[in-house]
Every structure is written in C-alpha cells, then in structure tokens.
C-alpha cells in the first residue's frame, strides 16, 4: 500500500516511458498503466472531493469503462459515472500537464477553476461543458486543436496570455460573464461562430498569425474591445455576416488586416 505522498509523487511523475512513437510520430500508449492512473485519481482525488491536481502530469485519457459487477455504471477518467461529470468544488489544474488527448465533454466546473500554465500536448476538447464559477487558463499553452463547441461561461474567464498553436473552435459558445483574451496568441486558423458576449469582452494586445474569424456573432450587452492586435505573417481577422454595435471598440487596429464581410456596423 503507497502513503499519501507516494501516491502524489506517482501523480507529478515522468510519464514519458508510458508510451511508445509510432512511425507516424502518434503516441501508443501502454493501457495497463493508463488504466491503474484513473482507477487511482478516482480513488484517492474524486472519491474524496479533492480537486487540486497541480503539476500533475496525466496519461491520455481512457475511453468509457464498461460495468462491473462491483461498479453497475460505467467509468472514465475522473469519473465513477460518466453520465455525471461533475467537479462540485474548487478545481485547479495549475502547471499540469496533459500528455495525450483531453475530453472535457459534458463537465460542470462547479466552483472556480484553474488551468494557469498548463499544458495540453495533444487535441483538448471541453465541449457542452459548463464553468459555473470564474475559469482561468494564464498562459496555458495548446499545442494541438481545442474545441470550445457548446461551452457555457457563466462568470469571468480568463483566457489571458494562452497560446494557440493549432486550430481552436468557439462554436454555440455562450460567455454570460466578462471574457478576456488579452496578449493572447492565435498561430492557426480560429474560430469564434455563433457565440453570445454578454459581458465585456476584451482581445488587447493579442497576436494572429493566421485567420481569427467572428462569424455570426452577437454583442449583447456590453463593450466589445479589440485594441493593439499585433499581425504576424500570413494574420488577418475577418468578421463575417455580425452585427457590430456602438459598443464594439477598435483602437490602434491595422484595418488593412481587418475584413468585414456581409457586416453592419450600427449605432444601436
């Protein structure tokens, strides 16, 4: 039986000889010790509400666990139940980091959450997830796509200095609180569609090095600041078919980077 701190130590531990690199350069990773990591974050973390996982370095995640005779729902990651996904309290993930693919899929973060300065190696994904209480990921990094497709921010989220390095999807996203993406860094194609700003939302100082587009957009309440974007290469920022009001800000914006397609820009 490992105490407490062996257990944590196994948690923040080196898993790089967990999986092999196939000729294609994709992880294969050995599902044995996958599985013995989740059956222990169960145990010793969920099982007992405890929600700091910082500098944790997690495998990829495993697929759903069929039933058992000693657990009659099905099991995955966190979870005992996959159909309730759920973090009640605090959760902090500070300097994780996430090896293999990540599936926050139908997730309510129920107190406040932290990904300061984690790491996401491969594809992320958060969709139909709900952050109940303010979220910050400062400066965490993505290496791979992140889909945001159907996320509900209900308070302040903090996406301030992340860097994108792939392609990330806003997708039927609706942000009820104040977002902000100051200093942020787009390197490949992003996506916010069809997303609801009910609050303020800021995107000072960011940097694009390839298409940031607002398609179908809706400014509901409060301003709408884009301030100081910094182009490089290839960067452009296209807002298509939205509805752009008095509250949409531009300052100090190269507009010859900046495309407006099928837009009205109104007082109202």
């Not at 996959?82 to 599936?103: D, P, Q, V």
Request: proline share 2%; hydrophobic share 35%; with cysteine.
């Amino acid at each position: 039986m490992k105490t407490k701190d062996e257990i944590i130590s196994y948690f923040k531990s080196d898993k790089s000889d967990w999986y092999t690199i196939s000729d294609n350069g994709k992880k294969i990773w050995d599902k044995t010790k996958v599985r013995e990591f989740w059956k222990l974050i169960r145990l010793n973390k969920m099982d007992v509400k405890d929600y700091n996982f910082d500098n944790f370095v997690f495998p990829e995640f495993e697929s759903p666990n069929p039933p058992t005779s000693g657990n009659t729902k099905p099991t995955q990651c966190f979870w005992r139940d996959i159909n309730s996904k759920c973090f009640e309290n605090k959760t902090t993930f500070k300097s994780a980091k996430f090896l293999g693919r990540s599936e926050f899929k139908k997730v309510i973060f129920g107190g406040k959450t932290y990904f300061k300065n984690s790491t996401f190696e491969e594809r992320t994904t958060f969709i139909d997830s709900e952050f109940k209480e303010f979220v910050s990921f400062y400066k965490a990094r993505f290496s791979d796509s992140v889909s945001y497709r159907g996320t509900n921010f209900e308070r302040l989220s903090s996406f301030r200095s992340v860097k994108f390095r792939k392609d990330i999807v806003f997708f039927f996203t609706r942000f009820i609180g104040d977002v902000e993406f100051d200093n942020a860094k787009f390197d490949e194609k992003s996506v916010f569609q069809k997303i609801d700003f009910n609050r303020k939302a800021s995107f000072f100082e960011i940097r694009v090095r390839n298409n940031l587009l607002f398609k179908l957009i809706r400014i509901i309440d409060d301003q709408f600041l884009v301030e100081s974007i910094r182009f490089e290469k290839n960067g452009l920022t296209t807002f298509w078919d939205c509805n752009l009001n008095r509250n949409v800000l531009f300052r100090y914006v190269d507009t010859f980077k900046v495309v407006f397609h099928l837009s009205n820009i109104s007082e109202t």
